[in-house]
């Protein structure tokens, strides 16, 4: 704090008015009638009296009954930290996950797969069968099938990198598949093992529902007409695919 | 027996090795010993290895080092690359290539159809 006098004084000395150009480059600034200089850092041109006059606090206060305003929240921490001090303080900061901020979308589909296109199935139980491909399931997976009348290969899901896409496609835009999504393949919980279960004489055998085998004969129906039309493409569903002596898989083309 | 194939202002020849390989050109003049000064269709005029080189029987008339325009235009009223095609070498390289580009299905096709074939022989 500077003696009386000393401010006004340092004021004229030390150009004030040239810091005050200086200063005036925040938004929020400019807009008030007058910014508060300062002589020096920490040295403020105009004093508390004069700057809560400026500032208006004086209306504020009798805005809010005498008081300034507080928000709820810092009320409540007052409150809080007035009623009782914490018995434990940890000893380390307590350590906030990453924020995750991504959106979920299906897997990214390859170009050249799309709606009827025969697909190589890479592994799985039906590793070497070419499947047809229907349609991109919301979880990111397709949704395939041989189809089962031809080479066994049921409606199945089947993960985009284990998969060889073929150039050769089929027509499915009638076949309808917008019945079947993730939930129709989501396998039932097992049940927890008690202590029976070793002394259990063999597992249940899982029983298909007629609802899934109607809708696989319906699908295999539809897609045997549209096969039909390709010369050899029910040969070419049947059969397994292959590498052979003399194949060169990084110069083949599929 | 002589040489009759010979490197001549005029021959056509078909690159064996680099860049541009596989692709025919015109030996447009001779560097020295070693080298001529080729050009083509889809080419930059440059000078390449005899031993770069693999001649065909086919020559075209055209002045040393003409205007890529004039050699175009000689290319064309030869018709040299259609008679290339026709020929022994042409025709093998085309079914490389055909072989080459087949796709699953194809290659499944081209299966059945040799299947066939041999079973009729037999």
Known sequence: CLPWGEREKRAEDAGAGRRRSARRGTGERSGMARSAEYLARGIEAEGRSKSYRRR??????????GKFPKTAKKQAM???????????YAPEDAKKPLARRFKERPTKLRSSITPGTVLVLLAGHFKGKRAIFLKQLPSGLLLVTGPYAVNGVPLRRVNQAYVIATSAKVDVSGVNVSKFDDSYFKAPKKEKKGDDSVFKEGVAKKELSPAYLENQKKIDADLKKVIGKVDHMEAYLKAHFSLKDGDRPHLMKF | M?????IEVGRVAMV????????????VDIVDQARALCDGPDMVRQPMYFKRLALTQFTV??????KKKVLLQSLNDSGVFAK????VWGQKLAKRKAKESLCDFGRFKTMIAKKAKSAKAR
């Open chain 2, 16 to 27: 064996n090795y680099g860049k541009d390989y596989g692709k025919l050109v015109v030996i």
């Open chain 1, 56 to 65: 208006g606090l004086w209306a504020i206060k009798k805005k809010h009954g």
């Open chain 2, 61 to 66: 008339d055209i002045p040393k080092s003409p």
């Open chain 2, 2 to 6: 002589p040489f009759t194939r010979l």
């Open chain 2, 84 to 87: 290339f095609g026709a020929t």
């Open chain 1, 78 to 88: 007052e409150e809080d930290s007035k009623a009782k001090s914490p018995r434990f």
